[in-house]
């Protein structure tokens, strides 16, 4: 249970010492639910939108009778060991790039990055000098 939820859940003065509140832990989980469903971490079968989207991919004969178009259609050309190998490449560069610009920088540079609790994507602002407003 998050640590938001408990308070509510747990400290409702309407209710005896120790006490858990039905409905706000109801509430607590059907947004936890929520939440996982739109991370993915879980799938609701049948649906269309929550399920697993791996289920639909194609495997075996029906790949194979197909793959040579759809790579071609997606341009991948090359074995997928080079394709991922270029594209961590680019990543590395990105960063280094990003590294050298925050160093270039200096200590103007106001660097936050929040990770929200229960993990999920990490947030990075960044806020340069040449980027202020007046």
Not at 25 to 53: F, K, T, W
Not at 104 to 128: C, F, N, Q, Y
Request: charged share 30%.
């Amino acid at each position: 249970m998050p640590p938001y939820w408990r308070k509510a859940v747990y400290a409702n003065k309407d209710l005896p010492q120790g006490a858990v509140d039905r409905d706000a832990y109801v509430v607590c989980v059907l947004e936890q639910l929520y939440r996982a469903l739109m991370r993915r971490d879980i799938y609701a079968s049948p649906s269309h939108r929550y399920s697993n989207p791996r289920a639909r991919l194609l495997d075996g004969k029906p790949w194979a009778a197909v793959r040579e178009d759809v790579l071609a259609g997606l341009s991948l050309d090359m074995p997928v060991e080079e394709h991922l190998t270029d594209l961590l490449r680019v990543l590395d560069a990105a960063w280094k790039q990003m590294g050298d610009r925050l160093e270039e920088a200096g200590t103007e540079v106001k660097v936050s990055i929040e990770i929200p609790e229960g993990g999920g994507r990490a947030k990075l602002s960044t806020m340069l000098p040449h980027s202020r407003k007046p």
